[in-house]
């Protein structure tokens, strides 16, 4: 009878029927893996930035990958600036520079400030949903609010690395910390 | 219906978050997620709970989903006539107030192996180790889904969990926002009202509050005289949802009740009164609840929830009971490596209460401290992600009367197209002792005996009863036969040890009360065995665009023997003789032109041979009228087709059974700030 209570949050909880009304359920990461997509198109990054003009646009994961096949599925087929989209996860210790967008898992919280630094003079964006990743010199980060995916953006840092992030992009952000720490 | 079979697997798109192995499984998104603007982004509300949800077409047990559509078109005013529509969970009324629930047999109004959680709290009254049904009630409105699992849920759920579990899961705060009044009345329904307002606070606090009242008219009894069992109660409540970080929430809720009702029930004068007699009383009744729940999520693979509950009650009834409840539970999920999802936790239970009881009915010791301990683990393998999964687990549990308990499982699930799925599942459950084994004393009334000396009849609890224990061996299939037909099929044999019976106890003579008086008792012991084999199933068929029908059906069938040394002439009926043999059920809803909704459900249930209950329908049917979805009227009709209806006779005769009568109610529901919102 116990310990009843909470296996329900965990084990055995039973999504409910979707036919009931017809509403779709929604992770989490489903919309932060369409946030990521739809990031690309708010960023411009330097020429440099890319190998080649063909070169595609890369979205590297660094720890462990909550997405699953989600953002796969996404960016399948689809072009921005002219540019494929493919998805790369990194090992441990792996170089990180050599992508566009890259998503921190929360996985690597204690690794951030080491993540960060080896990203010093890049032109990466960073996105993560680790706590204050905004005030350690992170780009994006998402916060959740009223079960709805949010987002902030750390403009120094991104000026910093040379990204242009659009007007709009900065319009629909929870907030914008353009303060230089 | 078959809630199990209505959600065919690549519909499921409740995704579990359980690391990469699994979602890259993942069928196609229904939505096309890259398609979506940052706009619509922002408002996609998102199923952060759902980190650790396992998909319905996973779940190795037989699983019955009552949804919050489910409970609007079943005209239901109360948590018992929901669990009407559910296969194999056997639901019948004592009186206006009393009930009798149980799952797969062995019913009683003190049935004891049914489980009963509100939002994961244990709503069970160690007691007689089973569910107060007059004061679990809350709008039902609120309800998200009802989660029911016919069979054992002892490996996680512990003791009590033998025969099912249910889970009342409310909605979330931010999910009932603005005001919402509701009013009803009719012929047994006096007057019902809730009134709620929900609203938020700094963008991350959620919260709504309510109040419930209802007033119910009393029912004949058997000769057709008043039942004297009106009753009413008036219950207050809250849930505040909170997003502490954006790894952390914590969820506080809780409620305050008061109200009264009425019961015939045993009364004994004296110790040289004949014979029992049966003495109509109203009783005040009151308590509330209030619980925490604490969810870290460190990843999409780890997470940890701590919940701590304190409840209370009070009953003025022939037990004049005051109980406190104290429930700590931690529990830790993680995904182990690409195919093992492990939860994990520890539970802590204390209860302390005290007991006044009459000459007839009286606990002793009047007063209790009880504490539980447990534990649990259970670790779900993919042995095959998407297709074969395995989980084996295993609670421990220690309580003050039978000491330690292993309760194991082991589950399978085999799914070897999206449309069909297998499952079975061996697991043993233990119903550990409540207070009333271990300590009522029943008087029934006496006789002078040969020597002049008064004699009484007594039943007196046995410190040393047993765990009753039972072995449960399931199977089942769910299968999406086409997008308008499911199935859900059920079949279990469940072996039963150390069942209670009632042994008579060598005649002693005892001075109080006065006068001295030799007691002429029996006792429980655990002399019993048996089986139990029966199957459940359910469907639902979609035969038009705006007619769904839900028919289910469940056959039951129990055999208990004795062990040589029994003397027992009674626990074989008890047993046996309290479930339908075959009940069915079948719901049609029908969504007409201009938001107008029929809906009817039509439950039989077989004879009951004790207590020589005959066999019935019941037959309810609603009509309701939506405008703009602010308002809502609906017309409802219960027990249709007989002016009224026995549905169980108490066997321990600890109170007296009325008839269900015909009635009829009407109930509008007011959302004014709903208007033109798609929610």
New interface residues.
């Given amino acids: 009878?116990?310990?009843?209570?909470?296996?329900?949050?965990?084990?055995?909880?039973?999504?409910?029927?979707?036919?009931?009304?017809a509403q779709?359920?929604?992770?989490?990461?489903?919309?932060k893996?369409?946030?990521l997509?739809?990031f690309l198109k708010?960023v411009e990054w330097p020429s440099d930035a890319f190998s080649d003009p063909l070169a595609p646009i890369i979205i590297g994961i660094t720890g462990?990958?909550?997405?699953?096949?989600?953002l796969?599925?996404?960016?399948l087929g689809?072009t921005v600036q002219d540019r494929d989209v493919i998805i790369r996860k990194y090992r441990p210790a792996e170089d990180l520079r050599s992508c566009q967008i890259l998503f921190i898992?929360?996985?690597e919280e204690k690794r951030l400030p080491h993540i960060l630094e080896s990203l010093r003079g890049s032109s990466v964006l960073t996105v993560s949903?680790?706590?204050r990743f905004v005030e350690s010199g992170g780009m994006i980060q998402?916060?959740?609010?009223?079960?709805?995916?949010?987002f902030s953006i750390g403009l120094a840092a991104a000026e910093r690395a040379r990204l242009k992030i659009s007007s709009?992009?900065l319009a629909?952000a929870q907030a914008v910390s353009t303060g230089k720490e | 219906v078959g809630a199990a079979a209505q959600q065919p697997p690549e519909q499921t798109t409740q995704q579990p978050a359980q690391g990469s192995q699994q979602q890259t499984q993942q069928p196609q998104q229904k939505t096309d997620l890259a398609s979506m603007s940052l706009e619509d982004l922002m408002n996609v509300q998102v199923t952060t709970a759902s980190k650790t949800e396992q998909k319905l077409s996973r779940v190795a047990a037989a699983v019955f989903v009552i949804s919050q559509d489910d409970i609007k078109k079943s005209g239901a005013t109360n948590i018992p006539d929901l669990l009407r529509m559910v296969p194999g969970i056997d639901v019948a009324q004592i009186n206006a107030n009393t009930w009798a629930i149980s799952a797969r047999g062995l019913n009683d109004r003190f049935s004891n192996e049914l489980l009963v959680m509100v939002d994961g709290r244990t709503v069970y009254t160690p007691t007689f180790g089973g569910v107060l049904w007059d004061t679990l009630d809350l709008p039902l409105e609120d309800i998200e889904r009802i989660e029911v699992i016919r069979g054992p849920g002892g490996s996680v759920w512990g003791a009590n969990a033998v025969n099912g579990v249910i889970n009342i899961i409310t909605k979330k705060a931010a999910d009932t926002p603005g005001v919402m009044v509701v009013a009803g009345g009719g012929n047994l329904d006096q007057g019902s009202g809730t009134t709620q307002y929900g609203g938020s606070v700094e963008g991350n606090t959620n919260y709504r509050i309510y109040t419930k009242y209802f007033n119910e008219s009393q029912q004949a009894d058997p000769a057709g005289q008043p039942g004297g069992d009106g009753w009413h109660m008036l219950r207050g409540g809250f849930r505040m949802d909170t997003a502490l970080s954006s790894k952390d929430t914590l969820t506080v809720q809780g409620d305050l009740y008061t109200g009264e009702e009425g019961q015939t029930s045993p009364f004994l004068p004296s110790v040289t009164s004949p014979a029992l007699i049966d003495v109509n009383t109203q009783f005040n009744l009151s308590g509330g609840y209030l619980q925490g729940i604490w969810n870290r999520v460190y990843s999409p693979r780890s997470d940890i929830t701590l919940q701590i509950s304190y409840d209370h009650y009070k009953r003025d009834d022939v037990l004049m009971e005051t109980r406190d409840t104290l429930n700590i539970d931690f529990q830790h999920h993680f995904l182990w490596g690409d195919r093992q999802n492990v939860v994990w936790g520890l539970g802590y239970r204390y209860t302390t209460s005290t007991s006044d009881g009459t000459l007839a009915v009286s606990l002793n010791p009047a007063d209790y401290k009880t504490q539980v301990f447990s534990s649990f683990i259970q670790d779900e393998i993919a042995l095959a992600p998407e297709r074969f999964y395995l989980t084996v687990g295993t609670k421990l549990e220690h309580n003050a009367y039978t000491g330690f308990n292993l309760m194991p499982s082991v589950r399978a699930t085999w799914t070897p197209t999206t449309h069909h799925m297998f499952w079975a599942a061996i697991s043993k459950a233990d119903r550990t002792p409540a207070e009333i084994d271990t300590s009522i004393r029943l008087n029934f009334g006496g006789f002078t005996g040969s020597g002049g000396t008064p004699v009484l009849e007594s039943l007196i609890g046995n410190p040393n009863f047993q765990n009753e224990e039972a072995i449960a061996y399931e199977m089942g299939y769910r299968a999406t036969v086409s997008n308008r037909l499911s199935l859900d099929l059920t079949a279990y044999f469940n072996s039963y040890t150390h069942q209670e019976t009632t042994e008579p106890v060598p005649e002693f003579l005892e001075p109080d009360p006065a006068p001295p008086h030799f007691v002429m008792a029996e006792t429980y012991e655990n002399l019993m065995n048996g089986e139990a084999h029966g199957i459940e199933a359910a469907a639902k068929w979609k035969v038009m665009d705006r007619w769904t029908i839900s028919p289910g059906y469940a056959f039951e069938e129990i055999h208990m023997h004795l062990a040589p040394t029994s003397q027992d002439t009674t626990s074989i009926m008890d047993a046996e003789g309290t479930s339908p043999r075959h009940s069915a059920q079948l719901r049609s809803n029908v969504d007409l032109p201009h938001h107008w909704a029929w809906d009817t459900s039509a439950y039989f249930v077989d004879r009951l041979a004790s207590g020589n209950v005959p066999s019935y329908t019941r037959l309810d049917s609603q009509l309701t009228w939506n405008w703009k979805k602010m308002l809502t009227v609906s017309l409802v009709g219960q027990n249709l087709l007989k002016d009224h209806h026995l549905e169980f006779v108490d066997d321990s005769g600890s109170v007296e059974s009325t008839l269900e009568k015909r009635s009829a109610y009407v109930k509008i529901v007011w959302h004014p700030e709903l208007k033109g919102k798609s929610k």
Avoid: C, W
């Fill in positions: 009878m116990i310990s009843a209570a909470l296996f329900l949050l965990a084990g055995l909880s039973i999504a409910s029927p979707p036919h009931a009304n779709e359920v929604i992770s989490e990461y489903q919309v893996a369409a946030y997509f739809n708010f462990d990958d909550p997405f699953g096949s989600t796969q599925q996404i960016v689809k898992s929360p996985s949903d680790i706590d998402f916060k959740m609010e009223n079960s709805r995916v949010r709009k992009l629909v």
